[in-house]
């Protein structure tokens, strides 16, 4: 979710998540490209890249963890926390690419990353947790890619199939379940196989 854009002196800088204790994330251009950012007290720092180009915060917990995705030096697009002042790789499903899109404040990380095998490989939704491999959330036939846009503190994760702005996409208890605007009010329920 896009919270604000700032323009300093030609360069459209864009903020994506604010924490409780103030600190702003987003991305700025740089040479071309874009990295993610934090603003912590007035103090604006460049999170960099997994060795490649572009980077984007995409949130903050209240410890100040950031998650977010980032091109590495073999032209993939990762997933990454980054805490301490350091960026760190969180891995795929088995393919190439991953992309972190929420953190809660119990280092719960919900995103989007690819599913071997190759060339016919898919994007499905994960769940990593403290000390747990990352979990395969499931994806629905009717969308190629399921990216988890947040989570709350009692894992309950939200996510929409690319695409759209309009279908959601909600796991908790281990259920995965399915709104869309053409659904009759109320939520009709998806089986799914989570390890939570």
């Not at 917990?61 to 995705?69: M, Q």
């Not at 491999?133 to 996510?159: C, K």
């Not at 909600?170 to 089986?191: C, D, E, K, V, Y």
């Amino acid at each position: 979710m896009l919270l604000a854009s700032q323009r300093f002196r030609d360069i459209y800088c864009s903020a994506s998540s604010i924490n409780s204790s103030g600190r702003v994330i987003g991305d700025f251009p740089i040479g071309g490209n874009k990295h993610g950012f934090v603003n912590a007290g007035g103090v604006i720092t460049d999170l960099g890249t997994l060795g490649g180009a572009n980077s984007h915060a995409a949130g903050i917990n209240t410890a100040g963890k950031i998650v977010g995705y980032a091109d590495d030096g073999a032209g993939h697009t990762r997933a990454f926390i980054y805490m301490n002042g350091v960026m760190t790789d969180l891995g795929t499903l088995g393919g190439p690419n991953s992309r972190a899109g929420a953190i809660n404040n119990c280092d719960d990380i919900v995103g989007a990353a690819d599913v071997a095998p190759a060339p016919k490989a898919y994007s499905s939704a994960f769940l990593l947790r403290p000390g747990v491999l990352m979990q395969d959330l499931g994806r629905f036939a009717y969308s190629h890619q399921v990216p988890g846009d947040t989570v709350n503190d009692i894992r309950s994760s939200v996510a929409t199939p690319a695409g759209t702005r309009q279908n959601t996409v909600s796991q908790a208890n281990g259920s995965l379940r399915f709104a869309a605007p053409s659904t009759p009010p109320g939520i009709q329920h998806m089986p799914a196989t989570l390890l939570l």
